[in-house]
């Protein structure tokens, strides 16, 4: 059964240029979040989205936006880059619900470069 | 607000030493705790959560981990450790079920010496 997929795997960008970051969920989970980990930093939450609703947001800029599809897969769009926007951006998909424990199943990321 | 605080940034460990990874934790309700692993340009992996049932909690790959609320704390150990165990860890923490915003930790990078 496959995993958490997120494209593209590594990209580059220049300041001023916006991005778009796909992730699809693993069969059968219907919540997707969105996390930035800075290199050398823990991972910090941006966006949990739950059949199409966003659920919960982060202390990110408005700059950031995301949406989630009918097939539950989501897309995490970045306007105006910033040099500070240089991460490894993971996805993470659960079942959702009242399902308990908060289990997140991770992707390997996406490592955007901003020059 | 929650927060976890992982002390020490690097560990490193000869093969078949034990492994201590520190976590404490601050949360003004009971907390949801987790341990995840994370390998060279791979996502993070769970190994472990604490969900209010027992406090001593057994993980995937030898892991446990005890919840200590005296303490604040939930720390991480490997009886032995082994070469594969190179990695870097993050404790994480939430407060509510069902609530899939977590709060991480900088991390703990693991080094393992043959």
């Known amino acids: 059964d496959a995993g958490v997929t997120q494209s593209p795997t590594h990209l580059i960008k220049t300041r001023g240029q916006h991005v778009t970051l796909r992730c699809s969920p693993i069969s059968g989970h219907k919540s997707v979040s969105w996390y930035q980990q800075v290199l050398g930093q823990g991972p910090q939450f941006i966006f949990q989205y739950y059949e199409k609703e966003e659920r919960g947001r982060g202390n990110f800029p408005d700059r950031f936006s995301a949406r989630q599809f009918p097939n539950y897969s989501s897309e995490l769009n970045v306007n105006a880059l910033l040099l500070g926007d240089s991460a490894l951006y993971l996805c993470?998909?659960?079942?959702?619900?009242?399902?308990?424990?908060?289990?997140?199943?991770f992707g390997a990321g996406s490592r955007l470069t901003v020059l | 607000a929650q927060s976890v605080t992982q002390l020490g940034s690097h560990v490193s460990v000869s093969e078949g030493a034990l492994v201590l990874l520190r976590c404490n934790y601050s949360s003004s309700v009971p907390p949801y705790l987790f341990w995840y692993v994370q390998y060279p340009n791979q996502g993070l992996q769970l190994l472990l959560k604490y969900t209010s049932a027992a406090t001593l909690v057994k993980g995937i790959n030898g892991f446990e981990a005890e919840f200590k609320k005296s303490e604040t704390s939930f720390h991480l150990t490997k009886p032995s450790a082994h070469m594969s165990d190179a990695a870097e860890y993050f404790c994480?923490?939430?407060?509510?079920?069902?609530?899939?915003?977590?709060?991480f930790g900088a991390g703990t990078t693991v080094t393992v010496r043959a």
């Open positions: 994480a923490v939430s407060v509510k079920r069902a609530d899939y915003k977590l709060s």
């Open positions: 993470a998909s659960s079942l959702a619900g009242d399902s308990g424990a908060n289990v997140l199943t």
